[in-house]
């Protein structure tokens, strides 16, 4: 190991992800040894990726000093926090952080799976509904950046990171009669080329006639090893709807302006039964936060909250100072860092952090999604397919834990945070889907009892048999019970 070189990258050339890290590196002026997984696009991985990533088996991984880091925008994150001496890539002040989180994540969640998809659909509603997602979300980014010169004001930062590598993207999208985004987007694109005057990002960037080049032969060659939905021949040209809804002109920080005339300095909008909303009653109740709650009806949302979370109108939010913050787990490191005196929820070490967040980041993209989808099935195969894919995620959480306390080691921290609510939907698994997470993770079970002999758990979490009341009326009123 000596000779090798202290950082490594795990990366394939057009991958956008990939871009993001690149810039990061190269923004701190870090020297690194790069590894092109050169068959990527054929489904072959190198034994280091699979050893690398084992969870996701996907490029980037960062490799510091031997020990790997995944997910993109944790990877810049890393980087950031290890490389602290050069040019900051995320503010020094929590709420400014926290907007970057958001912005950032709503680039992975809006933008870069419809951008991602959209060059690869047939002509059709699946292309004309993705494309039309594509073009709402960019217009919500566009009215953020506003005048700005980067996301974050003046200094080029996370979320320009994290959106920059699809400028790439944005030949083959014309090229290809999808769209137009320089003339949909006349700010986006002026602050394309804004960016590319940085030295980081013009030399990491994929030149986008060579991207055109390899997307064109991709459609080409159809969808060998692909899902039969990503189909590959598309001509389109049809003209983009343009929905102009006014909220987003407004930028975040404008709003927040005008929510400070709040009286509580921390208030919680929230729903009982959520486990979004559960996780941040806990980081307030780990830190001893005094807060006001406010109960939602998701049904009938209050104006309270369709202004402090435009962009996806979801509880939980918090607001401090009359400032909002959307996204529980953005929401619970922001209590972690504007509420530093108190036990500590994220670890001091950057490699600790990076792992707290990659395993949060994996309940929210791999556990919950299935624990969702199977309340809203009727039994029968899918039903059964999605039950597995519950298990499997568990038991791959319960090797994680191992023997450990929590999941960080003796302390309880993001990632016990991020599951424990969910265990409330336990009892209800074992009822209507036969599932015992008892049996099937003795040791989750067993962490879960630890977890509840916190104050902050115990008095946060939902009665199971209240879930159980509410999954059971919502299976009658589908007509599955
Ligand atoms: N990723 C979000 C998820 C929040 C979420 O899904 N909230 C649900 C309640 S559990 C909600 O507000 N749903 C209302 C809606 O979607 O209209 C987070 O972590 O905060």
Redesign the pocket.
């Known amino acids: 190991m000596a000779s090798e070189k202290e950082v490594k990258l795990l990366d394939f050339g057009v991958s956008p992800f990939g871009v993001r890290t690149r810039i990061a590196l190269a923004e701190k002026e870090v020297e690194y040894e790069y590894k092109e997984e050169k068959n990527l696009n054929l489904g072959e991985k190198s034994e280091l990726l699979l050893k690398s990533n084992p969870v996701h088996k996907k490029i980037p991984v960062l490799i510091h000093h031997g020990k790997p880091i995944c997910e993109s925008l944790i990877i810049v994150q890393y980087i950031d926090e290890v490389f602290p001496s050069k040019t900051p890539i995320l503010p020094s002040d929590p709420y400014a952080r926290a907007l970057a989180r958001f912005w950032a994540d709503f680039v992975d969640k809006k933008i870069s799976q419809y951008a991602l998809r959209v060059w690869k659909l047939k002509k059709g509603e699946e292309l004309e509904e993705t494309k039309k997602e594509l073009v709402e979300n960019l217009r919500t980014l566009e009215a953020e950046l506003g005048e700005k010169k980067y996301f974050g004001g003046e200094d080029f930062g996370l979320v320009d990171i994290a959106f920059v590598p699809f400028t790439s993207w944005f030949y083959s999208f014309k090229a290809f009669g999808l769209l137009s985004v320089e003339d949909e987007f006349p700010k986006l694109a002026a602050w394309g080329k804004r960016c590319m005057e940085r030295k980081s990002v013009a030399k990491s960037l994929s030149e986008p006639k060579k991207l055109y080049e390899f997307l064109s032969a991709r459609r080409k060659r159809g969808r060998k090893g692909e899902k039969a939905r990503e189909r590959s021949e598309i001509v389109v040209a049809s003209s983009i709807l343009l929905d102009h809804r006014p909220e987003f002109r407004r930028t975040t920080r404008e709003r927040a302006e005008r929510a400070m005339a709040e009286e509580k300095e921390v208030k919680l909008l929230d729903?009982w039964v959520?486990?979004?909303g559960v996780r941040t009653r806990i980081a307030l109740a780990e830190k001893g936060v005094e807060y006001e709650y406010k109960e939602e009806n998701?049904s009938e949302k209050s104006e309270l909250l369709l202004k402090s979370n435009p962009v996806h109108?979801?509880?939980?939010v918090l607001l401090h100072h009359g400032k909002p913050i959307c996204?529980?787990?953005i929401i619970v490191q922001y209590i972690d860092e504007a509420f530093p005196s108190k036990t500590p929820i994220l670890p001091s070490d950057p490699y600790g952090r990076a792992l707290a967040r990659f395993w949060a980041d994996f309940i929210?993209k791999k556990f919950y999604p299935s624990m969702n989808r199977i309340g809203k099935l009727k039994k029968g195969e899918e039903f059964e397919e999605t039950k597995q894919e519950i298990v499997e995620s568990l038991r791959t959480l319960e090797v994680e834990l191992g023997e450990k306390k929590y999941f960080g080691g003796e302390d309880f921290g993001l990632v016990d945070i991020a599951l424990v609510p969910f265990t409330s939907w336990f009892y209800s698994f074992k009822v209507f889907a036969e599932l015992s997470v008892e049996q099937e993770c003795p040791k989750l079970a067993a962490w879960e009892k630890r977890c509840l002999e916190r104050e902050s758990v115990a008095k946060s979490l939902p009665d199971p048999k209240k879930v159980f009341d509410l999954v059971s009326s919502r299976r009658k009123t589908r007509g599955f019970e």
């Open positions: 729903y959520s486990p979004f998701l109108k979801k509880i939980p996204e529980s787990l929210d």
